[in-house]
């Protein structure tokens, strides 16, 4: 588990969001939501050590995050982030890196990585991809090839920054659908989104930020009673009832 307290999170010194205090739970999917610019990603970074905080904690599984070495962290959480490059390389190739926290020096692959490899390309419904070069990738496809790094990367904790982007409406299900996998597998998973309604259908939890501060924490039902979700985005929201549950929309 990734718990955040009391933490502000920027650059330079400087907070984008500032005191915020949640927790990546296994077996519960948590949606970063907000909108452009609030400091999602930011937050999302800090978590993952990527940025140091302004100020307060990251604690993973009862460790300070500052204390821990690079393929400790590794360990227990994997990030898939919103934008990559397409280097020359080969798919299979490319998820194996998602293995790197597991490889002793000289970095020579086992077994047991290309297993791990293969089933994360067939978890991220990319297994038809493995043999293509990534350069020569759609957006979208991209999108499928690094969620499959971050999930043979076999973390406990799996945090992802806008998955859906590129991907058109039936893959946006599909990848959103994974992530209820995973934490229904025990696996804790967070994700950034400003994809309202897909996002509210998709959390066991909804940590929304606007104005440089986290506005509500809760079950998406919690969140929507709370009002805070207009004042956030700055615009009247509906929902109407379907089969497979809420579905909101701006008015």
Known sequence: MIECSHLSAGYDGRPVVEDVSL???PGEVTVLLGPNGCGKTTLLKTAL?????VAGQVLYDGTDLAAMTPTEAARKAAYMPQNRPAPRIDVRRMVLHGRFPYLSFPRQYRAADYVA???ALKAAG?????GRMMDTLSGGQRQKVY???ALAQQAPT???DEPTTWLDPKHQLEVMATARDLAAEGRA????????SLALRTAHRVALLAGGRLMALGTPEEVWQSGALEEAFGVRIGRIQAENGWHYYYL
Request: charge should be negative; proline fraction near 3%.
């Open 147 to 149: 969620l499959a790094m």
């Open 49 to 53: 050590g990527l940025l140091d905080p």
């Open 126 to 130: 990319a297994a038809d991809l493995a």
């Open 117 to 119: 490899a293969d089933a």
């Open 189 to 196: 998973v967070g994700l950034v989104s400003h994809e309202l």
């Open 158 to 160: 799996i945090l992802m």
């Open 23 to 25: 927790s990546f739970r």
